[in-house]
């Protein structure tokens, strides 16, 4: 069973970037046709989701974000990571990372516990 870890600072100053990342562990990121996201969800709001990266390294963005969103990934070390720049207090969110069985799918099977991300400064 797969299972995911998001890991980065808690507090982020505005106009910074925000990077975090995903540990995954119980399968591979290269693994097809498996696409792994990054999702969020700011306090008292729903579920946005922020961009994707397949197993075969290609990636999409939210088009809201996709300006000042980058997600990366660490092959070796079954990783991958969200770099968001720029960032106001409006991002403030709890940031989740997620697996799909492919890119064309937003029905998440398995989820990160999530990290708290505040901007602030």
């Known amino acids: 069973q797969v299972r995911m870890q998001e890991s980065g600072p808690g507090l982020v100053k505005p106009s910074q970037t925000l990077s975090l990342t995903c540990s995954v562990s119980?399968?591979?990121?290269?693994?097809?046709?498996?696409?792994w996201s990054w999702i969020r969800q700011p306090p008292g709001k729903g579920l946005e989701w922020m961009g994707v990266?397949?197993?075969?390294?290609?990636?999409y963005y939210n088009p809201s974000l996709k300006s000042r969103t980058s997600i990366s990934r660490d092959a070796n070390k079954n990783q991958f990571s969200l770099d968001l720049s720029s960032v106001t207090p409006e991002d403030t969110a709890v940031y989740y990372c997620?697996?799909?069985?492919?890119?064309?799918?937003?029905?998440?099977?398995?989820w990160g516990q999530g990290t708290q991300v505040i901007v602030s400064s």
């Open positions: 119980g399968g591979s990121i290269t693994t097809s046709y498996y696409s």
């Open positions: 990266i397949g197993y075969d390294g290609r990636t």
């Open positions: 997620a697996r799909a069985e492919t890119i064309a799918t937003t029905e998440f099977g398995s």
